[in-house]
């Protein structure tokens, strides 16, 4: 990502560097709202934070940024479990790629699900950016195992084949909204990988192809004849007799129709 250090560094002389601990500032704004959401049966508080195009449109700019606060679920146990969760990824890219890179993969994916929610006029959620952090983190640690339901243990890289699954559903079921929504979500991950994914794939086909070759070459029948001249052997036509020359200094065996119509070898000293 050469072109993303360069940013950096451009950014970093203007003082932009990214916000350290994003990720507990998310999290901590989910709770509240979670807290806030609980006090209002009405849901109008929820409401007024969701990321709705022709809301914003109406100056209610707020929006594009409150949607990023919205809770995951309702429910307060997997609220916890959820949160953690984007706490442990969070937490673990920044430290793998800096606060720098961190903060614009994430502001990344929320611009382009803002993008998406205006081109298909739905109501946005930030689901599909949480799940570009879940398939950045399981690209750069894919044996990392987590507990689903606390005991079954699953490695990340079988989960983001399972996420890539659920898109791909997403994209090919669901109404126009939700199709753009989950297409755009793997926009800031393709920019960030899409290169290295790319190489990956080239590699792996080369890779089955060399298998495949060496795996015909290895259940090729042997052969036991081999005419010198043209090459034939008993695969290639069963009723062909060879013979070795008697004339041809060394070992060299021909088909009947070049046994007596060929140069004969002679060793050079």
């Not at 930030?126 to 243990?153: D, E, G, H, Q």
Request: some cysteine; charged content about 15%; glycine content about 6%.
């Amino acid at each position: 990502m050469d072109w993303l250090n360069k940013l950096e560094r451009k950014c970093a002389k203007i003082g932009i560097k990214g916000i350290r601990g994003l990720m507990k500032y998310i999290i901590g704004a989910n709770l509240i709202v979670f807290i806030l959401g609980i006090a209002d049966p009405t849901g109008l508080f929820m409401y007024k934070l969701m990321l709705i195009p022709s809301e914003i449109l109406q100056g209610e700019v707020w929006r594009l940024i409150t949607f990023l606060f919205i809770p995951p679920t309702s429910s307060p146990l997997w609220l916890i479990f959820a949160l953690y969760f984007y706490y442990l990824i969070g937490t673990s890219l920044e430290n793998e790629w800096g606060t720098f890179k961190f903060s614009f993969y994430y502001f990344t994916g929320a611009i382009f699900t803002i993008i998406a929610a205006f081109i298909s006029a739905g109501i946005a959620t930030p689901i599909y950016l949480n799940m570009s952090l879940f398939l950045a983190f399981a690209w750069l640690y894919p044996n990392f195992t987590v507990y689903v339901f606390f005991f079954l243990p699953v490695k990340m890289k079988y989960l983001a084949i399972l996420n890539v699954i659920l898109v791909v559903v997403s994209v090919v079921n669901r109404p126009f909204s939700f199709k753009i929504a989950a297409i755009f979500s793997f926009l800031n991950f393709l920019l960030f990988f899409g290169k290295d994914l790319f190489l990956l794939l080239a590699n792996r086909s080369k890779s089955a192809g060399r298998r495949k070759k060496f795996e015909l070459e290895l259940n090729k029948p042997a052969t036991i004849h081999n005419c010198t001249i043209c090459g034939r052997t008993e695969l290639d036509d069963q009723s062909l007799e060879f013979r070795y020359c008697a004339d041809c200094e060394g070992d060299y065996e021909y088909c009947m129709d070049h046994l007596h119509n060929h140069q004969h070898i002679r060793k050079t000293y």
